[in-house]
């Protein structure tokens, strides 16, 4: 059979044609099948993340187990509250106080150290600490709104309706103060840096931007001087002369002399330990100073004695009561020693007894304390007169035991005494020598302070019986040598500071 050329070519074209066609189909199969190998891959791989998410550690399994463990912890947790809780309300509706001490927002605390220090101290509202019958047993903090104040254990609240208005406190043996709030930087400042900023922070102070922390030496009173009821800080410290404090007088331009403080039989008297010399004192009052400050700064405040305080002379008891004869008649020395002997008393097997270990420190009132009380009162005004805008700490006219001052009743406090109201026709509902729940800080005694005064003095605040309340007022300062004994008209007036 004869293939002509045609033939031949058309034959080539058809097989070609069915060649390539069975290429491209097994291509497509291919590219199918190493499709099919990448799926699969991939889906072991996610299973693998699964799996492993589920049952591996800290997956969903373990996550399920923590969270039903979680809700049975706080159950449980839930149900001690509830349970705390019901004790609390059986316990103040019994009259006594909840093993956590009570809390200022009812929510439950938990149950108090056996022996609480001040840091861990109960805390009660001003109403609850008021219904308090008995001295509390432990320090206690009390909040009133935006203030708070510390009542130290064997103290309880007497008087007083709020922290800015005097809250009286009263020991076991009746002596009565009034809690003072202050801020630590009005009272105190740094000798070097005495404008620098004063902080305070675990139990340091510290001079705000001056990376110093000042120490015993170096921490004094802020001492102020007042007009109408603007005040203005002393900026400087001298250690030998003008106001000062903590200081010794001796006399001397440079510290060293041999009077008042620098004499063996006044520092004899006063300091404390084995080793009695002039530069002994010293290192007492700065480290009384610092530490008084100390608490302060942790407390916001301080106690100030109701009334001036009697019994000073050496063989008598100190006491802050009302209706009790001030009149001292001793030295400085004598009055600085005796009243560290107040607020010692502790309840033992239920008898009263003297205990160093109490939970204050009473003192002779330092000038900046005093200070502080008259920066607390400087809006207070005189009601007694009433031509212009007066006010109590710069002119105490009618608002002290002063000469020519008698009250309604006739009764002109000739004999002294503590605490005795001072009342007129005119404002009959208001004891005027009673201010923020303190008596006599103007007129009656002069008050014998801690502050020292030029090379030879120790100051005196607040005028006398024998004064004017215009010339001698509240904020008024009086400078005596320490060592006169034969003024009838100076007593003094004590503080206490809360132990930390």
């Known amino acids: 059979m004869k293939i002509n050329s045609k ?31 990448v799926t699969i891959v991939v889906l072991l791989i996610l299973a693998g993340i699964t799996i492993t998410f589920v049952l591996g550690e800290g997956g969903i399994l373990d996550m399920a187990k923590e969270a039903a463990k979680r809700t049975n912890e706080a159950k449980e947790q839930e149900l001690k509250d509830f349970a705390d809780f019901q004790n609390q309300v059986e316990n103040w509706v019994n009259g006594g106080t909840s093993s956590g001490g009570g809390s200022t927002s009812g929510d439950v605390t938990p149950p108090a150290d ?252 330092w000038g900046c304390q005093w200070d502080a009380v008259m920066n607390w009162m400087k809006n207070v005004t005189n009601p007694t007169i009433t031509s212009a805008t007066k006010y109590f700490i710069t002119d105490s006219s009618g608002m002290g035991w002063y000469s020519g001052v008698t009250g309604s009743d006739g009764n002109s406090n000739s004999e002294h005494k503590t605490g005795v109201n001072l009342i007129n026709d005119q404002y009959p509902e208001v004891v005027l020598n009673r201010v923020k729940n303190i008596y006599d800080l103007a007129g009656n005694m002069y008050d014998w302070t801690l502050e020292a005064c030029v090379t030879n003095s120790r100051i005196n605040r607040g005028g006398d019986y024998s004064g004017s309340g215009s010339i001698s007022p509240a904020s008024h300062r009086y400078n005596i040598h320490p060592t006169s004994s034969d003024f009838s008209y100076i007593s003094s007036r004590s503080t206490l500071y809360v132990n930390l």
């Not at 922290?163 to 801020?183: C, H, L, M, S, Y």
Request: net charge negative; aromatic share 8%; with cysteine.
């Open 7 to 37: 033939e031949i070519e058309q034959i080539s074209y058809n097989v070609a044609r069915k060649r390539k066609k069975e290429i491209a189909n097994n291509k497509e199969k291919g590219i199918t099948l190493i499709a099919l190998v």
């Open 114 to 365: 056996p022996s609480p220090t001040p840091e861990q101290s109960t805390t009660k509202t001003l109403e609850e600490a008021k219904t308090q019958k008995d001295p509390f047993e432990e320090t206690t903090k009390v909040k009133d709104d935006d203030k708070t104040m510390t009542i130290p254990a064997g103290f309880k609240i007497t008087e007083g309706e709020s922290i800015d208005e005097g809250v009286v406190v009263q020991d076991r043996a009746k002596n009565e103060f009034v809690w003072v709030p202050v801020a630590i930087n009005d009272m105190v400042m740094c000798r070097t840096h005495p404008t620098a900023k004063i902080s305070y922070k675990d139990g340091e102070f510290s001079c705000e931007g001056q990376e110093h922390k000042p120490d015993q030496t170096e921490l004094v009173g802020k001492l102020y001087t007042f007009s109408g009821n603007k005040s203005t800080p002393m900026a400087t410290y001298n250690a030998n002369s003008g106001y000062r404090e903590p200081a010794i007088v001796t006399n001397s331009s440079n510290g060293e002399g041999t009077s008042y403080d620098g004499d063996s039989n006044n520092f004899n008297k006063v300091v404390e330990g084995a080793e009695k010399t002039r530069a002994k004192f010293l290192e007492q009052l700065q480290n009384e100073f610092y530490n008084m400050a100390k608490s302060v700064a942790e407390n916001g405040g301080f106690y100030i004695g109701r009334y001036e305080t009697s019994g000073l002379k050496d063989g008598e008891t100190p006491i802050v009561q009302k209706g009790k004869d001030p009149t001292v008649s001793t030295d400085w020395y004598t009055m600085y020693k005796n009243s560290k002997e107040i607020g010692k008393e502790v309840l033992k097997d239920g008898t009263i007894e003297k205990d160093e270990s109490s939970s204050v420190t009473s003192s002779m009132i």
